[in-house]
């Protein structure tokens, strides 16, 4: 992993450098990330580079503007060489007037094709090396992800009660309501499942006694101890605990 990210950074890196070796009436263009991207591919740079790869450049390998300048405008970030000097508002680079009329036309910000070939920039044998690098560690992590045992996580292994539900335990269900104190309702729900988790058991309902209506009492045991004659129990009675759990 740390030598993919290696290559991640030099590949990054790499992006905002070629930008800088265009010509200088390109390179005093403000232009977008996306805009950047594309101009790198039409320059000759492998497809393989993402805009993700340019925004990531211009954030973390761009610290303190050293390589570009960075301007905002309507909310939209733009960017150029900063061995460019001028105080141009980056709108006012975005269109031209054609000749003779007042018809405004986009500026063309991208090189010549092949640009950085034409050059012999060191630069772009250094990024599709990087770019290769990347790509034959993500499908060697991608191989080991498909030659690798199925994950297993760990479970609780218990030596005296057996696992599974046990359904003819617990008493019939009863479609009533009663009241109950929330904050006393989850301290019962979570000693309850804490000591269940430990203990490696399941909780049963042996007991409940709605005889005073809205006053519900519930007792609670763990399988095992009820299927051994003993054991710990929970008893709710409208949110306040009785246990003999310790």
């Known amino acids: 992993m740390g030598r993919k990210k290696d290559c991640r950074r030099e590949v990054r890196l790499l992006a905002l ?68 000097d001028g105080n141009e508002v ?55 992800r498909r030659n690798a045992p199925p994950e297993t996580r760990a479970i609780h292994t218990q030596t005296g009660p057996p696992e599974g539900r046990y359904e003819c335990s617990d008493i019939g269900p009863y479609d009533g309501n009663c009241i109950m104190s929330v904050s006393r309702m ?22 409940r006694d709605t005889t005073q209506g809205a006053y519900v009492k519930q007792t609670w045991t763990m399988a095992f101890g009820l299927q051994s004659g003993g054991g710990h129990w929970i008893c709710l009675i409208n949110g306040f605990l009785r246990h003999n759990i310790t």
């Open 186 to 207: 989850e301290d019962f729900v979570r000693l309850s499942t804490n000591h269940a988790a430990g203990c490696g058991e399941q909780l049963v309902l042996v007991g």
């Open 17 to 84: 450098k070629l930008n800088n070796e265009l010509p200088a009436d390109l390179a005093a263009l403000w232009i977008t990330v996306e805009e950047m991207h594309e101009r790198l591919l039409h320059g000759g740079v492998d497809r393989r580079l993402t805009v993700d790869d340019v925004h990531d450049a211009l954030q973390h390998c761009n610290i303190g503007e050293i390589l570009l300048k960075r301007r905002e405008q309507q909310g939209i970030s733009y960017f150029r060489s900063a061995a460019i």
């Open 90 to 144: 980056p709108l006012d680079q975005r269109f031209k007037c054609r000749s003779g009329s007042q018809h405004q036309n986009r500026v063309f910000y991208n090189p010549p094709r092949g640009y950085f070939a034409s050059i012999n920039s060191q630069h772009l044998p250094q990024m599709h090396k990087a770019l290769d690098e990347v790509e034959r560690l993500e499908e060697a992590e991608a191989e080991k």
